[in-house]
């Protein structure tokens, strides 16, 4: 597998402070694309408004840690949506929070490594995963996703695509940049 350890710790978020890193570095595993970092609540709300979500459609958040993107995807964008996520701690979680929320009709949360899951009935995929983690991902989103998906990342662009548009978001005292991409008709 490739080698996210180095790679995270080299290109770790400037706003993660370095007592915060270890930490961090010791929740990636082996098969893991990130560790659990939640994108602040104004930011999944831009990265959503950014994919244009429309009601009815489908939304995948991949690596969906705690379901803050799929659960404000089905309460304020009418969406259905699935979280795909690899820690059964955070599925649970995730679980939890949606049968809180009362949206079990409407949000599923999968255990599962986002580099197998099926995706193809995705309309939007939203991901928070390093640049190389995104190289991992890619040929995946390629195979599986339909012309005119549309793809959100959260602060780190995917090598090889050509964006529709960069949006800039503040959060927690730093801009936050979403890199919005659609899936050609042709590939």
Not at 130 to 153: F, Q
């Amino acid at each position: 597998m490739f080698p996210v350890l180095p790679l995270l710790a080299a290109l770790a978020a400037p706003w993660v402070a370095s007592a915060q890193l270890p930490g961090l570095l010791a929740q990636v595993k082996p098969n893991r694309l990130a560790p659990f970092v939640p994108s602040p609540q104004n930011v999944v709300e831009e990265m959503l408004r950014a994919a244009r979500v429309k009601a009815g459609e489908t939304v995948y958040d991949l690596g969906s840690g705690d379901g803050r993107v799929v659960i404000t995807a089905a309460q304020k964008f009418g969406a259905r949506a699935v979280g795909i996520e690899i820690s059964p701690k955070e599925a649970k979680l995730s679980r939890e929070k949606i049968a809180q929320a009362k949206l079990e009709d409407r949000v599923k949360i999968i255990e599962a490594d986002a580099l197998t899951a099926d995706l193809s009935s995705a309309d939007v995929v939203t991901l928070y995963f390093l640049t190389s983690s995104n190289d991992l991902i890619r040929p995946h989103l390629e195979k599986s996703l339909k012309p005119g998906a549309r793809v959100v990342s959260h602060d780190y662009p995917i090598r090889g695509w050509k964006e529709s548009r960069v949006e800039q978001v503040e959060a927690y005292k730093r801009v936050h940049h979403l890199y919005v991409y659609e899936i050609p008709a042709s590939r």
